[in-house]
């Protein structure tokens, strides 16, 4: 599979905790390759997850996660949240910019080609990985320049 060039993504949620003091909670983030849209009506993408990864306990208990499509330019990102068993660098979000969602309280990177705030309405077990099925309750698609970061034969690449 590492022959089929696949765009990349930043998914992120938030773990929320309860504190005596108010709301409190972490940000995750994690990259991936396995994206891609199910249905336009009503609007649906899929998420691959290995099965037992932060992301996937996390969204197995928090319904409400965010997307971002990543650019070429973004590639430092991608680095980042793919990074396997180094959990306090994933959660580094300061010196990347972002807004919070509004419908999921997750981070949507600035400067993505699009993001997306979505709610889980399937998880289906398929192998090693569980596939997440999501409704898109927002989308957007700032004014970002260039191309998308593509993922190809083990490499982050540009397309052209």
Request: net charge negative.
């Amino acid at each position: 599979m590492s022959r089929l060039a696949a765009g990349v993504v930043l998914v992120t949620a938030h773990e929320a905790q309860s504190d005596p003091d108010g709301p409190s909670g972490e940000d995750v983030g994690m990259t991936a390759t396995s994206f891609m849209s199910v249905s336009l009506d009503p609007p649906l993408v899929l998420i691959g997850l290995r099965e037992g990864s932060r992301m996937d306990d996390l969204l197995d208990e928090q319904p409400l996660w965010a997307v971002s499509v990543l650019s070429e330019s973004q590639r430092h990102i991608a680095g980042r949240f793919a990074m396997k068993g180094r959990i306090s660098d994933r959660l580094l979000f300061e010196d990347i910019p972002y807004v919070r969602g509004k419908a999921s309280g997750a981070l949507l990177v600035s400067g993505a080609l699009a993001t997306l705030e979505c709610r889980t309405e399937q998880r289906v077990t398929a192998g090693d990985h569980t596939l997440v099925i999501g409704r898109v309750l927002t989308s957007s698609l700032p004014s970002a320049d260039g191309g998308p970061l593509a993922y190809f034969r083990g490499r982050y690449r540009q397309l052209g």
